[in-house]
């Protein structure tokens, strides 16, 4: 990456069979983003055309068995690994989704599955959960996905409700 270029990233999660929602932040972020990623838990075919141009992971809702459980993808100097969160049993410990970003020298690790919005950084790795565009848990109760701008010094993660306002509470940004 050019010194001083950014790159800016669109991650969401657990759509819930809401083809609608992912076709229109497909459409909206077309040309704005340099990468779409989804989590899992679409409950969308594999083979549907709406995954051109989208990086997605089976979630534990997802069946037909076409998806990969994770995935590792490099993009102008970051190392990102996604996956759903549930094969490494984030509802209950961090330790294993943690050892996983370690062994993939992950820069940024994506996941889903508690349909909570976060984001925190462990060593070197920058984890987020966007949320769900669907069906929302937690202490916010709002419909959210996440953009990720990064740079060589930096990785910035904003969060955004299906009206594209930033919901700023969430807000962060991490040296690299």
């Known amino acids: 990456m050019a010194r001083g270029a950014s790159k800016t990233i669109l991650v969401m999660s657990d759509s819930h069979g809401n083809r609608d929602i992912v ?4 459409d909206y972020y077309r040309g704005k983003v340099d990468a779409i990623f989804h989590n899992g838990d ?3 075919s594999s083979s549907d055309p709406i995954w051109e141009g989208i990086e997605v992971v089976e979630g534990n809702c997802d069946y037909d068995g076409g998806y990969p459980a994770r995935q590792v993808t ?3 100097g970051l190392r990102i690994a996604q996956t759903h969160g ?10 294993n989704l943690d050892y996983w970003a370690q062994e993939v020298d992950a820069d940024l690790c994506l ?3 508690l349909h909570a919005a976060a984001v925190e950084k462990r060593g070197k790795t920058v984890f987020l959960n966007p949320g769900s565009v669907q069906q929302p848990r937690g202490p916010i109760q709002v419909k959210l996905y996440a953009l990720v701008t990064f740079s060589d010094d930096s990785i910035s993660v904003r ?14 940004e991490f040296p690299r």
């Open 23 to 26: 076709q229109e932040l497909k």
């Open 42 to 44: 679409s409950e969308l």
């Open 74 to 76: 490099d993009l102008a």
């Open 86 to 95: 549930h094969l490494y049993r984030i509802n209950y410990t961090w330790q």
């Open 111 to 113: 996941y889903g599955h």
């Open 159 to 172: 969060f955004y409700s299906l009206d594209h306002q930033e919901f700023g509470l969430l807000a962060k």
